[in-house]
Every structure is written in structure tokens, then in C-alpha cells.
């Protein structure tokens, strides 16, 4: 074997798993084109909508979560956690509908149709969630315990990430490539591409099947999602010292200027919650598993602690500001999710901060940080929508 083949990485799954993987991708799209199927028969209506909302939420995501776990995961393993998992998607679904029933738009003919899919905050939100999990999960057994090391959690989480992002970059690729093919024909008159693109048998089935495929490419070619990675976390630490520059700036200033600046956006909440979100990611970026530490620039070191000193102002900032508008108009539904996200704000800024200024390796205290963070954000997501 030559020195280049020696460190292509190997493929983190047998090929002997492709088959199962495009199978459930294929299964997946005719059973989501039989429920959008009875949907336009009307079959789905204000008396069941919250099942339609339940089958939905279980059938888009959990095919995903089985595709991702297949030959990573003991089969019990996997079949113990996908269970719960779809439970827990099957009754976010209904509640969500079932919590919005009597709302004015529900009973006009204009938003009926509308009115049985789940919230736009719903998917964002369990889309979020159950990766994280997910890569919990993987990461818990791959080091075959329930508290895995950090290292795998990175490793799992960045991989499973970037191969979701991948796969739904090459679904939409292959969309423009069909589009692209039905524009030809058509143009010389033969219609019979477009008119299949058209069709929901085809269209849904076919998005599914690609977007397992590459999922599954990802594991059999793993230099992509390492390359990929790689290129990502180097091109994000360098944009972190500019960011805490910026923003460090912007807290020394604010002795200066006052706070009163900031309350007249009515958007001093969601800016703020903004920047600590930014630094934790770059922050994240810098630091990686912690195992380059010893191979970091200068500037991204110094900018790194110093960012990680910034957080809890921050988030202590956009708590005093949310007391604020509460104090003056009440809760809101967008003021309940910020506070939500100033209790992962407040941790992260606290837990950074105690890193920065205790740990004798570079950051070391990250890991359990994040670790907890992780936790608690999951409990946080589950009470938003129950």
C-alpha cells in the first residue's frame, strides 16, 4: 500500500449497509406521499389533523435518525432510543396542533389546509434537538457508556452535522439537475420530464432516496465530512479575534454611550443573545476536541479566552433588557423563548468564564461545559413545546 492510501480514512461503515439505508429512504418517501395523498382527498380535516401533524413529524425525521444510526448503533441500542424517539415526535406533532385549536385562522377555508402542520418553530426546534441527542447517543456508544468522552462527542456531532447540511445541499443539486433536464426536453417539445417532476409520486420518493444516499456517502467516504470539517473550523477561528474586537469594543463603549442606545432598537434581546451565540460557535471552532490545542495560533488562543470572558455579559445584558419589556408589557410567546435561550446563555457565559479563568490547559473546562449546556438545552426544547 502506498503513503497516500495509508491515510485515506476508512469508511465508517460497511457498503453491506447501503442497501438498508436507501431502502428506508425509498419507504420513507412512499409513506410520506400516501399521508400527503390522503391529504388531498381529504382524508385529513379538523377532527384529525393532530394525528396528520403526529405521522409528519414521525416520518420525516425519524427515517433520518434511522438512516444515521444504521451501522453505527447495536440494533437494540438503536431500536431503544429510535422507539422513544418517535413517541416523543409523535406527541410534539399533536400538541402542536392540538394547542393551536380555536385559534381565528383554523376555521377559515383559507388556513384550514395549513392549519395540520406542525409550527415552523416546531421543526426548527425538534430538527435541532433531536441531532443533538442523536449525536449523544452515537457518542454513548461508540465509547460504550452513558457519559462518553468529549473527544466523541465532537466527532459525532460536527460529522453528523456536516453529513445532514451535505446531504441536503446534494438533494437540492439533484433537483436542479432534474429541472434543468426537464427545461431541454421541453423544449424540443417533450414534455414527459417535467410532467414526472410535477408528480408528488415521483417528487417525494425521489427526495428522500437522495437524501439518504447521501447520508450514506458520507460514512463510505469519511475524507469528505474530515475535509469538510477541517476547512470549516480553520476558516471560522481565524474570523474570532475580528468578532471579539468587535464586540468587546461594543461592551467597552457601553460605559460611555449608556444603555438607553440599545433599548431604543427593541431588538436588544435577540442582538445580544446573537453575539453570545456567535462566540460560543467560534469559540467551539478554536477549540475543536481540545486535542489542537497545543497547535493554535496565538491570536486565536488569546482571542478564544478572551471571548469566553465576554459571553456573560453579554447574556447578563440581554437578561436586564428582557426584564425590561416584561416588566413593561408582560409575556409574550418570542419573550418565554428568550428567556429559554438566556438559560443556555447564562450557562454557556458562566460555564465559559470559569474555564477561562481556572483551567491550566488551554480551555480544558469547555468539555463538561458543553457537555451539560447540551443537557440542559435538550430540557429547555422539550418544555418550549409541551
Not at 419507504?27 to 381529504?42: C, D, P, R, S
Not at 389533523?49 to 425525521?61: D, E, H, P, R, Y
Not at 385559534?103 to 395540520?116: G, I, L, N, S, V
Not at 409550527?119 to 454513548?140: D, E, K, N, T, Y
Request: glycine share 6%.
Amino acid at each position: 500500500m502506498s503513503l497516500t492510501e495509508s491515510h485515506i480514512p476508512k469508511p465508517s461503515v460497511s457498503r453491506s449497509v447501503a442497501g438498508t439505508r436507501l431502502l428506508v429512504g425509498l419507504l420513507q418517501g412512499l409513506a410520506l406521499y400516501v399521508i400527503y395523498q390522503a391529504g388531498e382527498t381529504g382524508v385529513w380535516n379538523t377532527g384529525n389533523s393532530g394525528l396528520f401533524a403526529a405521522l409528519l413529524m414521525t416520518l420525516v425525521i425519524g427515517p433520518v435518525l434511522l438512516v444515521s444510526g444504521l451501522g453505527h448503533l447495536p440494533a437494540k441500542s438503536l431500536w431503544r432510543w429510535l422507539l422513544p424517539a418517535a413517541a416523543v415526535l409523535a406527541l410534539l406533532g399533536f400538541y402542536d396542533i392540538w394547542r393551536s385549536a380555536g385559534a381565528p385562522y383554523c376555521d377559515t377555508p383559507k388556513h384550514a389546509d395549513a392549519a395540520r402542520y406542525p409550527s415552523p418553530q416546531l421543526w426548527l426546534h425538534a430538527v435541532a434537538g433531536f441531532l443533538i441527542a442523536h449525536a449523544m447517543v452515537c457518542a454513548a456508544a461508540a465509547d460504550e457508556r452513558r457519559i462518553a468522552g468529549y473527544r466523541t462527542y465532537f466527532e459525532c456531532a460536527s460529522k453528523l452535522l456536516i453529513q445532514v447540511a451535505f446531504a441536503a445541499l446534494f438533494t437540492g443539486i439533484i433537483w436542479l439537475v432534474l429541472l434543468l433536464g426537464a427545461a431541454l426536453f421541453n423544449m424540443i417539445k417533450l414534455s414527459f420530464l417535467k410532467d414526472m417532476l410535477d408528480e408528488s409520486w415521483f417528487a417525494i420518493p425521489a427526495s428522500t432516496f437522495a437524501f439518504a444516499y447521501a447520508l450514506h456517502i458520507t460514512d463510505v467516504r469519511p475524507a469528505i465530512v474530515q475535509g469538510v470539517r477541517g476547512l470549516v473550523l480553520v476558516l471560522l477561528s481565524w474570523i474570532l479575534p475580528v468578532a471579539v474586537l468587535l464586540i468587546g469594543g461594543f461592551l467597552l463603549a457601553l460605559p460611555f454611550t449608556g444603555l438607553q442606545p440599545l433599548w431604543a432598537t427593541k431588538a436588544a434581546t435577540a442582538l445580544l443573545l446573537a453575539a453570545s451565540a456567535l462566540l460560543v460557535i467560534l469559540v467551539n471552532a478554536a477549540y475543536q476536541d481540545g486535542s489542537v490545542a497545543e497547535e493554535i495560533a496565538l491570536p486565536i488562543r488569546l482571542g478564544a479566552r478572551i471571548a469566553a470572558i465576554l459571553i456573560l455579559p453579554l447574556a447578563l445584558i440581554a437578561a436586564y433588557a428582557l426584564s425590561l419589556r416584561v416588566g413593561q408589557y408582560g409575556w409574550t410567546v418570542d419573550r418565554l423563548v428568550a428567556a429559554f435561550s438566556l438559560v443556555v446563555a447564562l450557562s454557556c457565559g458562566a460555564g465559559y468564564l470559569w474555564a477561562a479563568f481556572s483551567s491550566a490547559q488551554w480551555l480544558r473546562r469547555i468539555a463538561p461545559v458543553n457537555i451539560v449546556t447540551a443537557i440542559i438545552l435538550l430540557f429547555l426544547l422539550l418544555a418550549i413545546f409541551s
